[in-house]
C-alpha cells in the first residue's frame, strides 16, 4: 500500500539553528499539507501546497518556516531559527485530490528544541 | 477562523459499553472526517461523511454527520480493548485556499478495560 514517508523520525536541534524536516508523499497525489502536534494539543494545519506554491497558511507559518518540492518526489519544510516552542511532531500528508478526500499522512518527525 | 470542538477529551470504559463522542462546529465544512492515531504514527482515516443527516457504519463504529453539516458524532458499541486510542475529528475546508485543508478537534483518548 503507498504511503508517506517522513524522516528523520526525531531530530534533536539547539535554539536558532536551522532544521530540514523531508516528506516523499505519495506518487500521484497533487496536494501537500504539513500539521505539527505539540505535545498534548490538537493537531494544528501550518501551509498547504499544491502546483509549486503555498495555497494557503497558518498563523503560525511565519517568515521562519518555508516550505519546497526541490524535485519530483520530495516535499520539504525548513524552520530557519527554531525556538523552544516550536518542539512538537510534524506530520505530512499528501491528498490526490483537494476536497473530500482521504488524507495520509506520514508517521511524523518529532521535533525536540534545546 | 473555523473550531471543532470534541468531546470527551477522555473516556475509560468497560469492555462492552457503548459510548459516544462528540464533534461540534459553529461553522459549515464541506464534510467531516474521523481518524484515528496511534502512540508515533500519524493519523489514519476511518471515514468520510459529506451528506447532512447522512449515517455511516464501519463493523461497531457508527459514524453520523449532522443535518446542518456543522456536528458529527461517532458511536461505539460493544467497546473492545483493541478499540483503545486517540480519536480525532476533522473538518475538510469548504472552497477556495481552504480546500482540503483539515480542521482538527482536540481529540479524544479512549481507554478500554478488559
Known amino acids: 500500500e503507498p504511503e508517506v514517508t517522513q524522516t528523520p523520525s526525531h531530530q534533536v536541534t539547539q535554539m536558532g539553528q536551522e532544521v530540514i524536516l523531508r516528506c516523499v508523499p505519495i506518487s500521484n497525489h497533487l496536494y501537500f499539507y504539513w500539521y505539527r502536534q505539540i505535545l498534548g494539543q490538537k493537531v494544528e494545519f501550518l501551509v498547504s501546497f499544491y502546483n509549486n506554491e503555498i495555497s494557503e497558511k497558518s498563523e503560525i507559518f511565519d517568515d521562519q518556516f518555508s516550505v519546497e518540492r526541490p524535485d519530483g518526489s520530495n516535499f520539504t519544510l525548513k524552520i530557519r531559527s527554531t525556538k523552544l516552542e516550536d518542539s512538537a511532531m510534524y506530520f505530512c500528508?499528501?491528498?490526490?485530490?483537494?476536497?473530500?478526500?482521504?488524507?495520509?499522512f506520514g508517521q511524523g518527525t518529532r521535533l525536540t528544541v534545546v | 477562523t473555523q473550531l471543532l470542538e470534541q468531546s470527551p477529551q477522555f473516556l475509560s470504559i468497560q469492555e462492552g459499553e457503548n459510548l459516544t463522542v462528540y464533534c461540534n462546529s459553529s461553522s459549515v465544512f464541506s464534510s467531516l472526517q474521523w481518524y484515528r492515531q496511534e502512540p508515533g504514527e500519524g493519523p489514519v482515516l476511518l471515514v468520510t461523511?459529506?451528506?447532512?443527516?447522512e449515517v455511516k457504519k464501519l463493523k461497531r463504529l457508527t459514524f453520523q454527520f449532522g443535518d446542518a453539516r456543522k456536528d458529527s458524532s461517532l458511536h461505539i458499541t460493544a467497546a473492545q480493548p483493541g478499540d483503545t486510542g486517540l480519536y480525532l475529528c476533522?473538518?475538510?475546508?469548504?472552497?477556495?485556499?481552504?480546500?482540503?485543508?483539515?480542521?482538527f478537534g482536540q481529540g479524544t483518548i479512549l481507554t478500554v478495560h478488559p
Open positions: 476533522a473538518g475538510v475546508g469548504a472552497g477556495g485556499t481552504s480546500y482540503g485543508k483539515l480542521t
Open positions: 500528508a499528501s491528498t490526490l485530490t483537494a476536497g473530500n478526500t482521504e488524507a495520509f
Open positions: 461523511v459529506v451528506t447532512g443527516g
